[in-house]
Every structure is written in C-alpha cells, then in structure tokens.
C-alpha cells in the first residue's frame, strides 16, 4: 500500500488545489484553504496495486461515496449535503458550517431543521422557506429557529413570496397564501379540470317541456332548484368572506404548468387534452419476481405512435374574476410549413407530389432537460409575464411576453433551426429591477447570453466559441453568474459578466468540471469540482474570484487511490469532414514508448451513450467503471480511445446538428479519423482495432460494424437501439422528424435496415426490463440476422437488468465477454 505522503502528492496534483489530506468517508474535520494551479497539465497516473475487472465492476461504494446535493443554508455560513450510506440505498445529510469549519452529520430526529432543494428565501433574506414530508416549515438565518407551519397528510409545494409578503404555495390544482407570522392560510384560487356547472337549465327537448308543463310534481322540483340556487347568488354576492375564485379548464384536460403571479392576482395556466399515452400494447414483461410470476410493466410510447399535441393557455385575472384564452397566431412562423423539403422529398420517393400550404403548428411551453425551474416567468412587480415556447416540430422556439390585454402576445425573440431546437439552453427570466429579459440562444452556433429590454434591441452580453449555461443573476442586476468552456471545450468553470459594461471575468481556475451554486448573501460560490483522475468534491470560494479556494469534503477512497490507474490524454484528432477536430480521450498503454513504430498496437474505440453527452472533458467521468476498464486495458497493451465524435455536447450546434436525418453516418465517418489518428500517432495496427459503447454507443456500434464492416474487427453492442421507430418521441422526432413525416430519415438511421453488412463478430448484451431501450428491438435485430443467415453474432440477456445496469454480477459478466470479444479478435 502507498503511503499517505505520496498519495497526498498525486492528489495535490490532480486536484490542482494543494489538499494534503484524504479521508475513506466523510468527517468533521478542520477546512483547508488552497491556492489552485494556473495551468492544467496532463492528469497523472497514480496508485501502485493494478485495478481487476472484478475490482472496476464492483459496487462502487469501495471508491468513497461522494457529496450529493449540496446547497447553501440561508445563513450563508452552513452548507448542506447527501452522502450515500455505505452498502445501502438511503443517503443520509450533513452539514458544513464555514464558522467553525466543521462537516457533521445530521441525526433522524432534525431533519425537518434542515432545508433542501425546494427553498425559497425570503425577500429580506432572513429565513427559508421550504417542505418537508409534504408539510411548511421556516428556519431563521440569524436564530436558526425552525418553525412548522402546515400539518397535514396531502403534500404541499412552496411557490413563491408575494410581494405583499405573504407565502403562496400549491396542494394538488388549488393555491393558498400564507401568512408566515401568524400562520393564518387562505385558498386563492381553485382550477377544475371539469367543464364549468350550467346551473338550473331549462328544458331543452320536446319531452322535457312537455314533462314540466303536464307534471306539478316536475314543476315544483324545478322552482325548488332555481329558488336554492338564487339564494346561493344573493349570499355570495352580499358577502366578502364568500370563496369566489373557482376556474374550470374543461372535462378532459390536464395541467401542464400553471404561474402565480408575484401580486397574487393573476395566474397564467397552460393546459391541454389528456390523451392516452400508452396503448395496450406498450408492455415490458418481466421474468424474474419474488412471487416467480411474469409481472406486465406499462412502458412510454413509441415515437411512431406519437400524435402532435398543443397546449392552450389561459390568462386568469383573480381580481376581476375573469379568464381569457391566449392567442399565439402573432408569432412569426406560427402557421410555416417548416417541413415542407422534407416532406417533399419523402412524397417524391414514393411517386407523389407534396404541395406546401400553410395550417397553424402545434405549440407547447419548452421542456428543458438540464433546467428545471418554471418556463412561465413573471417580473419581480408582477406587471409583465414571459412564457419559452416551443413547435412541436422541433423547428423554433419563442420567448414571448403577455400584452396588457391578457389575450395576446408579442415575440421578444424568435430562434429557428433547420434541424432542432436544442432541449439545452433554454434558461430565462426577468433582471429584478427592470424590464428587461435575459436568456442563452444558440443563434451564433454556440450558446450565449442575452439581454432584451421588452421595448427594445437584444444585446449579446458573451460572444465565442463556447457555450453558456446555468446562470444566476445578483440581486441589484449588477451581475449574471455562469458556467462555461472558454478555456478549453472540456474544462467547466465558473465567470459572471457585468450586466451594464459586458466585463466578464473568470471566477475559477480549477481546470476540470466545476458546478456552482451562489449564497443566499452572494458573497461567495459553494463549488462542486471534479478531474478525470478524482470523483467529485465540494469546495467554496469568492464570489468575486481570487486565488483562495477552500475544499470541505474529502470522500475519495484509499483502496481507490491505490489502485494503478492510467490516466487519459485529451487529444484533437483531424477530420476528414469538418474544419473543427474531433476531441477524444486516449489511454495509451503502460508500456508505451514515444516515437515507437511498427503498427504493433491493438485499440479499442468506446462510444459514450446519449448521443448529446460530452465524455472528452477533464472531470470525473459518469462512466467511471469503463474509465477503469480501459485502465486495465491500456495496462495489457491496448491504446484506447473515447471520442467525442459529432452529435456530442459543449461543441456548439452544428456539431450537435450534424447528424440531422442521418443518424450513425457522421458518428462513424468520426470513428475511421480516430482509428487514422491511433495507426499515426499511436502505433495501432489498423487490422486490431475493436468498437463497444451503451445506449447511443450500443447503436454506433451497430451501425459501424453494419455500414462500415472493415473498420473494426470486433464489436459489442451494450442495450443499443436497434430501430428509432421504436424509440420515444422527445429524443427521436428532434433528430428525425416523425416516422410518417420523414421515413426516408428512420431508414437511413436505424441498424436494423443495415444488418445485412455485418462481417465481423459482434457481442449483443441486451438488460430485458430496459424502459429506456426496449429488449424488443434486440430480438427484433436477431430474428433478421437469423434471417440473413449470420453466423458471427452472440447475445448475451440480463433477465433483471434496466438499462442502467445496477447489480455487480451483471457488470461484471457483460465486461467478461467484451473483454473475452477484444481478446479472441483483435490480434
């Protein structure tokens, strides 16, 4: 085992923090300020014991179970955090106190004392506001006192302060405010998801007027009715103390978000149909269960199957106790024919003729996969509201803002992309003390910063080759918080940008990935960092930059930082297709020599999953087993390599649009340059090079090994889509429009229509519960290559896998035969 004075060293350097101590978990222990290096040089390799396959697959518990969560306490000087606990599934809090510089943990019977993800703070920023076990609770900055203001069974969200002070929060389709001094609850509006009650009506048919007409009994039933319900009128109209602020949206519909405004008298309510989602086909069985019966799983809906759906919105004034629709015919290209190339195309291999003609588009608010907050936003006075919405063709997307009238709107910027509007960067809002806008757009081709006054011109506060993200603006206005690659495409650090001059200045130097969260008091960043060598810990620094950063967590592992593990280059690997390289990962072998020759090496090519998923950056990686995997194979000779080819994130949008209604061609073109790159660079021979990747690298092997098969010798397909028809729609229909718009794309895209190129042996590694990928698109694929009478495929079943592996033994199995697959075959 390496002594404690040379692992301190490696992490030191790693780190690029100067810590000199580690802890196997998480411990009250003093804090250490740091003063980071300038410069990130290549990671190091560290630990001296070689890392096994039945050690990299293990639960990885045995690495240290790092920080999760962490958010700052309305103190400012207390940090919060969930740390796993060791060989369980339940996470337990700590807390870090900056005083006395302290990491704690925090006993069962106080965690109602403890806020989480869901507070809000106070507009004077004295306590939090936030639930817990479905109830209110406040605790005091200054006194720390804890106070219950709700009790009850039904869950309750937390909304919002009013500016009259009062707390609204929701339960179910009713908002209540709050007084959190007295405690004194009101309900302010009730919405309905029923058609509006009619009252006493009259009788309609010809039966029903002769019945009242002919029968006295009839007769008095109907005065009786009409008499209770005029006197119900006259109490309500005589009385204030009388609930007034029922809505109904209609029989059938479903709440897609709904906005209170900061006044309380106003509520913006996007709803639509409730349609079935699921037919009675959309079923996943599965085998293994404690009662030993096969149990039917509901699974989501296939994007061939997928019908457009529009939202409607609704403007509420409460005051006035009136509702209104929102028209969105103002908005440019509201009614385009966005599709109609495609389109045509499609019509023209088929023998027809399309003809474009114009018909309103489907409209919906945005859903944003990495920004969760509401996509209806109100100004801090509550006069102006902006909604982010999008075509359900994926084309454009709005931001607009409701006119006075409370029934129409007016575009305050309009993005348009040929290919798809990314589902990233689309975090908005109101500067606090104006009217002014600001929100990220990929307009440039990268995804910047911008200011929009409602009456006037857009200004671009960022401008480069480099994305934006995550931002966060100071109370006075005076500055945007945000994340971004300037320095590097896969370096992450924290910059704020003068809202008036446009100065922005780098806040961080960490050299890796580095999340942010700003205090309650912004007057300093509670970082969350990482490197490729070492998983994630908290530190916290200035809010205004320096040198000075002070790590608070210390979770990694000894038995992880003694393992021998080689760490990878980042390389810019040329493009045959594109002026911009091609960023991977390459782990060279433990015996490599610069300069050696010969073409001796064999290589394996990863392809990370998701498509828009950046694995080529200097932070801890996700995929932290095959990071050690391809340790253990550089250590046996193999160069490895893991591309970032194009369709992957924190490249801009036309790297992320290249594979635009061509799935698996530009991905692949950008695997032949990395397997050029290895045979001149790192001495491969070009006839030992094998391919493996999950998910999205699941397909690309597919698609490599079908389209291209003398590329690799071997390949292993790990719960791959097989046929985009079966997959869902919010990922799908981006990329290739919808089956029965564009199936000239779903046939260009999916493997299965390419498997009869398959020459080379390949591994099909297939979780049989995947919700994600389905099983039935393996054993789809295999009936066709039975078909095709192929002889040099194999599939292995994971019976109680999904698709996220979970269990040791599967992992560890699925890697045997990779590694058995690269061995037997690359020679």
């Known amino acids: 085992m390496l002594k404690q004075s040379i692992l301190a060293v490696a992490i030191s350097t790693l780190m690029l923090t100067g810590c000199q101590s580690t802890s196997q978990s998480t411990n009250s222990k003093n804090f250490e300020s740091t003063t980071p290096t300038s410069i990130v040089q290549t990671p190091l390799d560290f630990g001296g014991e070689n890392i096994t396959l039945e050690q990299a697959m293990a639960d990885p518990d045995w690495l240290g179970r790092q920080p999760e969560s962490a958010l700052w306490g309305a103190d400012s000087n207390s940090i919060v955090f969930k740390q796993k606990r060791e060989g369980s599934v339940v996470r337990d809090l700590y807390t870090v106190t ?8 925090i006993p069962l019977s106080k965690l109602h004392t403890v806020v989480n ?97 002919l029968i006295k009994y009839i007769q008095v039933q109907h005065k009786n009715a009409k008499d209770r319900e005029a006197y119900k009128n006259e109490v309500a109209a005589q009385n204030d103390f009388h609930f007034k602020n029922d809505f109904y949206l209609g029989k059938g519909k479903e ?142 997307r709005w931001l ?15 993005l348009h992309d040929d290919a798809w509007v990314n589902y990233n960067f ?29 009456n006037s011109k857009a200004k671009r506060l960022t401008d480069g080759k480099f994305e934006v993200s995550d931002l966060t603006v100071t109370k006075d206005d005076q500055y945007i918080y945000f994340k971004s690659n300037q320095k590097h495409p896969g370096i992450y650090e924290v910059y704020r940008v003068n809202t008036v001059t446009g100065d922005v200045n780098q806040l961080t130097d960490l050299n890796g990935m580095t999340d942010y969260k700003l205090s309650p008091d912004e007057q300093n960043l509670l970082l969350t960092h990482s490197t490729i060598m070492l998983p994630t810990e908290l530190y916290v620094t200035s809010a205004k930059g320096g040198d000075k950063v002070t790590r608070l967590t210390y979770t990694v ?77 550089a250590q046996e000779g193999y160069v490895v390599m893991d591309m970032d080819y194009r ?38 021979n070009v006839n030992s090079v094998g391919t493996y990747g999950g998910s999205y690298g699941g397909f690309m092997t597919f698609m490599a090994l079908f389209t291209q098969p003398d590329l690799f010798q071997a390949g292993a397909a790990l719960r791959p889509v097989a046929d985009w028809n079966y997959y869902n729609h919010g990922y799908t229909s981006n990329i290739l429009n919808l089956p029965d718009v564009d199936p000239i794309a779903y046939e260009r895209s999916s493997p299965i229509f390419h498997a009869e190129g398959l020459k080379k042996p390949l591994l099909i590694n297939a ?59 690359l020679k």
């Open 117 to 213: 993800s869901d507070a809000i703070s106070s507009p004077d920023g004295q306590f939090q506001v936030y639930t817990f076990e479905g109830n209110i609770f406040t605790k005091n900055g200054i006194t720390a006192e804890v106070r219950q203001l709700t009790f009850g069974s039904e869950n309750v969200r937390v909304d919002q302060f009013l500016t009259n002070g009062l707390l609204a929060y929701s339960k179910g389709t009713s908002f209540f405010t709050l007084d959190v001094n007295t405690g004194i609850s009101k309900e302010l509006v009730n919405l309905h998801l029923v058609d509006a009650p009619k009252g006493v009506q009259e009788p309609q048919t010809l039966l029903s007027k002769n019945q009242l007409r």
């Open 557 to 633: 592992s000894d038995d992880f930082l003694n393992k021998k593990l080689i760490a990878p280059k980042i390389v810019a690997v040329k493009s045959s297709h594109t002026d911009a390289p091609i960023y991977a990962k390459v782990y060279y072998p433990a015996d490599y020599k610069e300069g050696e020759s010969g073409k001796t090496r064999k290589a394996v090519i990863f392809n990370h999953g998701a498509g828009y998923l950046q694995n080529s950056h200097f932070g801890w990686s996700g995929y932290f087993r095959e990071f050690m995997f391809h340790s253990l194979l």
């Open 255 to 396: 709440l897609v978000a709904v906005s209170l405004s900061p006044s309380g008298k106003a509520l913006v309510v996007a709803f639509k149909d409730k349609k079935a989602e699921r037919s009675e086909h959309d079923i996943m069985p599965h085998y293994v269960n404690s009662d030993g019966n096969i149990h039917p799983k509901a699974v989501r809906q296939r994007v061939a199957e997928s019908t457009p759906q529009n939202t409607d919105f609704m403007f509420i004034d409460l005051e006035a106790g009136e509702q209104k629709s929102i028209d969105l015919s103002s908005m440019p290209g509201f009614d385009e024919d966005v599709l109609a190339a495609v389109k045509a195309e499609n019509a023209k291999a088929k023998g027809e003729k399309y003809e474009s003609k114009k018909a309103p588009r489907s409209i919906n608010l945005i859903e944003d996969w990495a920004w969760r907050e509401g996509v209806i936003q109100w100004s801090s006075d509550g006069s102006k509201v902006a909604m982010m919405l999008e075509a359900w063709d994926n084309k454009d």
């Open 426 to 454: 689309n975090q908005f809002g109101w500067l606090h003390n104006s009217s002014t806008l600001y929100y990220l757009s990929e307009e440039t081709g990268y995804s910047q910063l911008y200011l929009k006054p409602v």
């Open 400 to 414: 607009v803002t409701l006119n006075a009238d409370g029934k129409s709107v007016t575009t305050q910027h309009r």
């Open 98 to 105: 900056l005083s006395d510089n302290m990491v704690s943990s």
């Open 767 to 825: 979780p049989m519960v995947d919700d994600n990928v389905f099983f039935q698109g393996v054993v789809r694929l295999v009936q066709r290559l039975i078909e095709l009478e192929k002889t040099d495929f194999e599939t292995a079943i994971f019976p109680v896998e999904p698709h996220g592996f979970v269990q040791p033994s599967s992992w560890l199995d699925e890697y045997r035969r990779i590694h058995k697959l690269f061995e037997e075959n």
């Open 647 to 684: 369709a992957s994130k924190g490249y801009g949008r036309d790297w992320r649009t290249a594979i635009y209604r061509q799935m698996g061609t530009p991905e692949i073109q950008d695997l032949a340059d990395g397997v050029t790159w290895m045979a001149e660079n790192a001495n491969v």
